[in-house]
């Protein structure tokens, strides 16, 4: 079905849904319709027609919206703003700018170091860069706070190349690009990595899609500080430029509709639509200004098209029967590819020569002039009437779209060229013509002196173009991008130890699963009048499954446009309410969502001087392993916060089964360097737990630790019976991994160590006595809070003692609190073999570990553990085994024997846990 068809069909269905309120009169309208088409034609008719449809919906009429327009600019000329600065001079240092960066891609790729680059993104991205740095960006000493401005990452020499203009970066600081660690400290990282280069970047983009995607969510972050009354946010703007193949992703599209519903009026993104990814062109068959624009309308955005420079200009105003824009509107995207990596004749012949009437209009025009004919991205001017359009818009969102070339200015081997993202050095005719063109004062000589080492251009401090450019940042509130440190430093008075205490004393006779353990103190933290406000619940729709509805009446849901119904449950104590002064985060079904505002608020400290403490609470199942591209973005970006992982374990979530049951994100969370994770089993662990990870990522750093750690939690809905904290509970060693629960009976019989975590604390005390009563074997019991810390620490010892070797010699702490034990060491969790592993270099002796090593089931939980064999029963066989192992047994056959009396392998005739 044609499109024009589909479209038709539904204004059909739209006209015909109601019964004619007066056929008599929709009989005069139509005939006279008839006449119109039969005396002035289809095309008059139309045009009529949309004149009217125009009117109407300028007066209020619902007409059904249409969400593409020609393919042409949004902003008549007319109605474009007269521009504030000096084209010239800002050409002047544009072209320094295109210069320096391809240089130091160029040289980049010099002798003995090839580590490439990008060279033609920035190419065709400089103009819309610059017009914004020249005229929109403010800096942080703005009064408005300053914009958050997203880069596009793989453009990063274009930003570095303006820093060496601003006197930032030194030659060799520009000759350090992609060698961090060899050209120390003098290196630049390839793309923007707060991370490694934090006086600068800001904004990781360069994982295609998590930029927009964190884009969105700040500038709806910056709704929720001012409306929270954290900070006035109201006159900071977010600006992401992205790639129009990056629009492919599904980060990039998936956020779109909540900034179009919570109507961010703060954001605009710049889309580079030069046509082409890294392959060759994004829609070659299609045209992806066109379907960008139907796609973010519908989410409700407003759209400008800079299309065609202002050359086009004067013949569209000749276009009276709209031959142009026929041609314009069908030509596909694949030929106006080629059309740019060919030349004037070719234009001539295969766009214009589409139709005889726009062959006319340049018919007396030379393939010179046709060639200079530019698209709308490299037009100054139209560029800044986009950019001061988008600002001045209100109630929405906007994108513009800007059609450029990639590898412009570059010459013939660069533009266009589907290998021209992929091309690292300009050969010494490209330097030349490229000098050529942006006028660039080097001789052929020095050129020639060594063709890899092209210099880099800067003229002397007092130039007056770059007097300007100075003075025009100035204006605008300082340098960008910049990450100001001494926001480091924290300001927040942290609660009292005592609101902790709230975990202390256990459960008594009832149950409590620790997941309702930690709401339970994160909303003794909300009490806190200064501090509580900080707090930043972020939940993609499973609150309730955490007990966090309790929250919703008090806290509510964070909604910019208020709540404008009745809840459905107003009448309960537990009643749903959302508020423009909402504290949670609920960014609906939206995991990708949840975890750039998780990156967001975890960088609030940072990007708007303003701390703010996530707890982002997801499925287990469904953080790590679906979103941890965003939580690499965000350790880069250093943020602090915690994740939680609930409903965690693959055997806790009865009957769930295989896609929800959970047995490996701490071995994922175990790859983010940036990642301090804890598998707690009691609420009185997760107090110091929570209470150490504020102190350390929120308090002022005196203690010396890295503060840029992010924390993950995993917590359990099965409930069991808190125990009150033990009277000197060991809190070094619940901090740094594992403390004894339980020492030796001492009874004389084989002794052996059980360590256990989370959830499965419980059924190793349970295999603590069976192993007594049973078969006379005296078990020790170790809560395993860390599995990943103590394996930190080991490999922190390792490496000291490999570098340090004439240094004393560090005992890894697991080691030091296992080196006493007389028998074999038996490990157990929830998870997959390979979490208990992490620490196996270290354990002194016999190592033995259970895990659930398989797709989970969805069974009771008795049953799923007795399968994988990880429950009380399991790990009492598998102590039997070790020490027979060991030689300890007098009579081998008690493994079999205990083997048979469990009935181990019988799923029935478990019952560790709940049912
Ligand atoms: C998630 C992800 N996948 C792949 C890449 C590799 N990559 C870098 S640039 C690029 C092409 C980008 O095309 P586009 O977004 O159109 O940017 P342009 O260079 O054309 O401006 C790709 C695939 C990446 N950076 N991130
Ligand atoms: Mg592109």
């Known amino acids: 079905m044609s499109e024009n068809k589909a479209s038709l069909d539904s204004v059909h269905e739209l006209a015909t849904a109601l019964p004619d309120p007066d056929p008599q009169e929709t009989r005069e309208w139509l005939d006279s319709l008839d006449d119109l088409i039969k005396e002035r034609g289809p095309e008059r008719t139309r045009d009529l027609l949309l004149r009217m449809l125009s009117a109407a919906g300028e007066q209020n009429v619902a007409v059904p919206a249409n969400l593409n327009t020609p393919f042409t600019n949004t902003i008549k000329p007319q109605d474009e703003p007269s521009f504030p600065g000096d084209e010239r001079i800002e050409r002047d240092y544009r072209r320094w700018m295109r210069w320096n960066a391809a240089v130091q891609v160029t040289r980049a790729q010099r002798e003995g170091v090839h580590v490439g680059g990008h060279i033609s993104s920035y190419a065709s991205i400089s103009t819309l860069y610059e017009v914004g740095f020249n005229h929109f960006f403010r800096g942080k000493s703005h009064p408005g706070g300053g914009d958050h401005v997203f880069f596009q990452g793989h453009a990063s020499p274009g930003n570095y190349a303006r820093a060496f203009l601003e006197g930032r970066l030194s030659e060799k600081d520009m000759d350090g690009f992609r060698q961090e660690l060899s050209q120390a400290p003098h290196g630049l990282p390839s793309y923007p990595h707060p991370r490694h280069l934090p006086e600068f970047w800001e904004y990781p983009t360069v994982s295609m899609g998590l930029g927009p995607a964190e884009a969105i969510t700040q500038a709806w972050f910056d709704t929720y500080l001012t409306n929270r009354g954290i900070k006035d946010c109201s006159d900071q703007h977010t600006w992401a430029f992205l790639g129009d193949g990056e629009m492919d992703e599904p980060e990039s599209r998936g956020l779109l509709q909540l900034a179009g519903q919570q109507k961010l009026d703060n954001l605009t993104f710049v889309v580079n639509c030069n046509l082409q990814r890294l392959d060759g062109p994004v829609r070659g068959n299609g045209q992806i200004i066109q379907e960008l624009e139907a796609f973010f309308r519908g989410a409700g955005w407003n759209v400008i098209k800079v299309i065609w420079g202002r050359g086009w200009d004067r013949l569209l105003a000749k276009d009276h029967d709209h031959a142009l824009l026929k041609v314009m509107t069908e030509c596909l995207d694949g030929d106006y590819q080629t059309f740019k990596a060919n030349d004037g004749a070719y234009v001539r012949k295969h766009f214009f020569g589409r139709d005889p009437r726009t062959a006319k209009m340049v018919e007396d025009w030379t393939d010179e002039e046709i060639w200079d004919l530019r698209r709308g991205g490299h037009d100054y001017r139209k560029v800044y009437a986009a950019y001061h359009a988008a600002m001045e818009h209100q109630g929405q969102p906007t994108v513009i779209l800007a059609h450029t070339i990639k590898g412009y200015v570059l010459g013939e081997t660069f533009a266009g060229r589907n290998s021209t993202h992929q091309m690292k050095k300009l050969t010494l005719k490209d330097l030349k013509a490229l000098r050529d063109r942006l006028n660039i004062?080097?001789?052929?000589?020095?050129?020639?002196?060594?063709?890899?080492?092209?210099?880099?251009?800067?003229?002397?401090?007092?130039?007056?173009?770059?007097?300007?450019?100075?003075?025009?940042?100035?204006?605008?509130?300082?340098?960008?991008?910049?990450?100001?440190?001494?926001?480091?430093?924290m300001q927040l008075s942290l609660p009292d130890d005592s609101a902790y205490d709230v975990l202390k004393g256990g459960s008594g006779k009832q149950k409590v699963a620790t997941t309702m353990a930690l709401v339970r103190l994160m909303k003794e933290f909300l009490k806190d009048e200064e501090f509580g406000k900080r707090i930043v619940p972020i939940v993609p729709d499973e609150a309730r499954t955490f007990g966090m509805d309790s929250m919703f009446p008090s806290a509510k849901i964070y909604n910019t446009l208020g709540m404008n119904y009745t809840a459905v449950d107003k009448d309960l104590m537990l009643h749903y309410s959302e508020g423009k002064d909402g504290q949670i985060l609920h960014p609906g079904i939206n995991e990708a969502g949840a975890a750039a505002a998780f990156q967001v608020a975890g960088t609030s400290y940072m990007s708007n001087g303003a701390p703010t403490i996530p707890f982002y609470l997801f499925y287990s199942m469904f953080g790590f392993q679906r979103t941890g591209d965003q939580f690499w973005a965000a350790g880069d970006q250093m943020a602090r916060g915690f994740v939680i992982g609930g409903t965690a374990g693959r055997t806790t979530l009865t009957g769930e089964g295989l896609q929800h049951a959970d047995g490996h994100s701490p071995i994922i969370a175990a790859t983010n360097p940036a990642f301090v994770q804890y598998d707690p089993a009691y609420a009185y662990e997760l107090r110091h737990i929570i209470r150490d990870g504020i102190q350390r990522m929120y308090g002022d750093g005196s203690d010396g630790r890295d503060q840029n750690v992010m924390y993950y939690l995993t917590v359990y809905n099965e409930a069991i019976q808190q125990p009150a904290e033990p009277e000197g509970v060991d809190v070094e060693g619940i901090l740094r991994g594992m403390y004894a629960l339980t020492g030796h009976y001492e009874n004389g019989g084989p002794k052996v160590e059980l360590l256990a975590s989370g959830i499965s604390v419980p059924w190793a005390l349970q295999a603590q006595k069976l192993l007594m009563q049973d078969w006379g074997v005296d078990a020790a019991v170790w809560s395993v809070t860390s599995w990943h810390e103590l394996r930190r620490d080991g490999m922190d010892c390792d490496r000291h003692n490999l570098i340090h070797a004439d240094e004393e010699y560090r005992l890894p702490y697991v080691t030091q609190r296992l080196r006493n034990a007389s028998g074999p060491v038996i490990a157990t969790s929830d998870y997959d073999h390979l979490v208990p592993d992490m620490i196996r270099p270290w354990v002194p002796g016999r190592y033995k570990v259970l895990g659930a090593s398989d797709f989970g089931y969805s069974d009771t939980r008795a049953a799923a553990r007795r399968h994988f064999l990880i429950d009380a029963e399991s790990l009492v066989v598998q102590a039997l085994e070790a020490l027979n192992e060991d030689g300890v047994l007098q009579d081998r056959s008690v493994v079999t024997q205990a083997l048979n009396r469990y009935d181990l392998l019988n799923p029935n005739a478990g019952s560790s846990g709940e049912q």
Do not use: A, C, V
């Not at 770059?466 to 910049?482: A, C, T, W």
């Open 441 to 489: 004062p080097i001789t052929d000589e020095e050129l020639e002196k060594d063709p890899q080492l092209p210099p880099y251009y800067r003229p002397p401090q007092d130039h007056p173009s770059l007097q300007y450019m100075f003075e025009r940042r100035e204006k605008l509130g300082g340098f960008l991008p910049s990450r100001p440190k001494e926001r480091n430093q």
